[in-house]
């Protein structure tokens, strides 16, 4: 009886690494853009208007997240002014906003104009609508250090400036998937608001 279980067991091992592979690559929703033209290091992309749930918190890079995902995780979860659950996409995106302060977004669901998305229950939550607007972007894999985002970010600004680019505002990094998916199988993007 026992060995019986045990083939179970080591079968679960097997099958969960194939689960979890197969998570990672499912594409997750996005906002709309338009590719302009690829470059030396990243892509110029037109972005449609994008609604977000958004929150500052104050900490370093690793724990803003620790305090910004359960409020923003509230709103999309009903704990809002409607009661009900709000649809959300990739990316979950983080930037600075002052020398220890990030915001946080979330980016929703693009079917539901911003009047119809409810008001946070919290006052820390902010709705809103990023208006179109233009965008370099650098793709990556890997960690969700704070040490690797500045190495992405240092790159696309580097090459933003050689392709004669002039960034406009403060440059936003944009995780794709879950925590549970392996380093090597994250989407994670650096992006920099730019104008020609």
Same mark, same amino acid.
């Given at each position: 009886m026992p060995f019986f279980k045990l083939k179970y067991w080591i079968l679960a091992g097997m099958l969960?690494?194939?689960?979890?592979? @197969?998570? *990672?690559? @499912?594409?997750?929703?996005?906002? /709309?853009y338009r590719v302009l033209e690829?470059? /030396?290091? !990243?892509e110029l992309r037109e972005y449609a208007p994008?609604?977000?749930?958004?929150?500052?918190?104050?900490g370093d890079f $690793?724990? $803003?997240? /620790?305090? $910004?995902?359960?409020?923003?995780? /509230?709103?999309?979860?009903?704990?809002?002014?409607s009661g009900r659950k709000v649809p959300m996409m990739a990316p979950a995106t983080q930037q600075r906003a002052g020398d220890d302060t990030w915001l946080m977004q979330f980016a929703l669901a693009r079917e539901y104009p911003l009047g119809m998305l409810p008001g946070a229950a919290d006052p820390a939550v902010? @709705?809103?609508?990023?208006?179109?607007?233009?965008?370099?972007?650098?793709?990556?894999?890997?960690?969700?250090?704070?040490?690797r985002w500045q190495e992405e970010a240092e790159r696309l600004r580097d090459a933003v400036a050689a392709a004669g680019l002039t960034p406009?505002? $403060?440059?936003?990094?944009?995780?794709?998937? *879950? @925590? !549970?998916?392996p380093g090597f199988l994250r989407r994670n993007e650096v992006l920099l608001p730019v104008r020609r």
């Open positions: 969960l690494p194939l689960v979890l592979i @197969v998570l *990672a690559l @499912v594409r997750p929703a996005g906002p /709309d690829r470059a /030396d290091g !990243f994008l609604r977000v749930a958004e929150t500052e918190v104050t $690793a724990d $803003a997240d /620790d305090a $910004a995902y359960p409020r923003l995780l /509230d709103y999309v979860r009903g704990h809002n002014s902010t @709705v809103r609508e990023i208006p179109a607007r233009l965008v370099a972007a650098r793709r990556s894999g890997g960690g969700w250090s704070e040490a406009i505002g $403060a440059t936003i990094f944009a995780r794709y998937n *879950a @925590v !549970f998916v």
